[in-house]
Structure formats: structure tokens, C-alpha cells
């Protein structure tokens, strides 16, 4: 291992360590809530099971309007609300609040697209056979647009760790504040080179399991 690796090796731990946390809440939040709310935007569409074109136009207003910030102003704008459900705008802690946002409108966006990908007949066949909503959509619409919601969320996931990069500017650390902070900022392009393979490396693992397990499920 490199001198300069084993001289940071804390510090590295603690940023990858970081960075973990704010990508495995914006997963959380993407699966608890992008996922609900991804459905209802696809259920409240004309012609579709919920059809509600307030409900649609509302949801779909609202996520257009979070996936238009750029991050960078979200995570400023959003301080005052993060202070107030966190208690504080600084840390790693602070910095899940706008991921999670982020990631709720992101993933939300593509889980709408991955079901209108759905035959419209596969909709028709469960409701001959006597479905529910609550049945169609789990037992019909997320079976078969199950590959493309996991590489939906594969997607999100290299997003949210490309958002998590620039969360030093709240203090949220992570990888990416430690490549600017130790690497660029204090010359050391070495140490910064390193950080950048860190994040190719971890992009690339997502990717392929991402893409394995999405290959795996496709049973058409």
C-alpha cells in the first residue's frame, strides 16, 4: 500500500465510512418513499387505475421541481428545514436530509417510467382475474417491471454517490471532501488520485451487481 494511503488510512476510513452513510439513507428514502410515490404518479395517470389528474399534476409538479434544483442550491435552500428536523445544518447527519430529497424525486421519476414500460395488457389480465389495485400492483406491475426498478435504482444509487461528493460544503464529509480538502486543496494530487479511484472503483462494483441482479430477474 502506498505511504501516502497508510499515512490517511483513518481519515480514508472515515470518509468512505461517511460516505456510506449518506448513499445508504438516500437508498432508504429512495425504496421507502421514491418507490410509493413513483407508483401513485404511474396509478394517478389518464387512463390508469387511480386516475386523478390533480393528484398526478401535484406529484408530478413536485418532482419536477426538486429534480430542477441544482444540488448544490438545494442543499443551501433546504438548511432552514434541515436545521429544523436535524437540529443542525452541519455534518453527515445534516447532509441525508437534501440526498434523501433528492433521491425520493430521482428514483420516484424512473420507478414511473419502469412501469409505464408494463404492457397495458398484463394491467387488463389482472383486473379480468378479479385483481385489486393493491394486487395488480404488487403481484403484476412490480413482478414485471422488476428488472428495469433495479436498474432504476442502480442508477440512482451512482447518482446519490456523485451528490454525496460535494456535501463538504454543509460538512457532511464523505470521499469527495476529503479528495478536495486533503488532495486538492493541499496539492497532494496523488492523494486525490487515489480518492477519484476509490469512487471509480465503488461506481463500477454498483454497476456490475446492479446490472447482474437486474439480468438475473428478467424472465422475459
Do not use: C, W
Not at 85 to 99: D, K
Not at 158 to 172: A, D, E, Q
Amino acid at each position: 500500500m502506498p505511504d501516502i494511503l497508510i499515512e490517511y488510512a483513518g481519515e480514508i476510513r472515515l470518509a468512505i465510512g461517511q460516505t456510506f452513510v449518506m448513499v445508504g439513507v438516500s437508498i432508504l428514502a429512495a425504496v421507502l418513499i421514491g418507490l410509493p410515490v413513483g407508483t401513485l404518479l404511474f396509478l394517478s395517470r389518464k387512463n390508469q387505475l387511480l386516475e386523478n389528474r390533480f393528484l398526478f399534476s401535484g406529484l408530478n409538479l413536485l418532482v419536477n421541481t426538486v429534480r430542477s434544483f441544482p444540488f448544490l442550491l438545494l442543499v443551501v435552500f433546504l438548511i432552514p428545514f434541515t436545521r429544523l428536523i436535524i437540529g443542525t445544518a452541519i455534518g453527515t447527519a445534516a447532509a441525508t436530509v437534501p440526498l434523501a430529497i433528492i433521491a425520493i424525486a430521482h428514483y420516484s421519476r424512473l420507478v414511473e417510467q419502469s412501469l409505464l414500460d408494463v404492457p397495458k395488457g398484463v394491467i387488463e389480465a389482472a383486473i379480468s382475474m378479479g385483481a385489486s389495485t393493491r394486487e395488480v400492483v404488487v403481484k403484476f406491475l412490480f413482478v414485471e417491471a422488476r428488472s428495469g426498478l433495479v436498474l432504476g435504482l442502480t442508477t440512482s444509487i451512482v447518482s446519490f454517490i456523485s451528490y454525496s461528493t460535494i456535501m463538504g460544503v454543509v460538512g457532511g464529509g464523505g470521499i469527495g471532501d476529503f479528495a478536495v480538502r486533503y488532495g486538492y486543496q493541499q496539492f497532494q494530487t496523488e492523494l486525490m488520485m487515489y480518492m477519484i479511484l476509490i469512487m471509480v472503483i465503488l461506481v463500477q462494483l454498483i454497476q456490475f451487481i446492479g446490472t447482474t441482479v437486474a439480468r438475473l430477474i428478467d424472465k422475459r
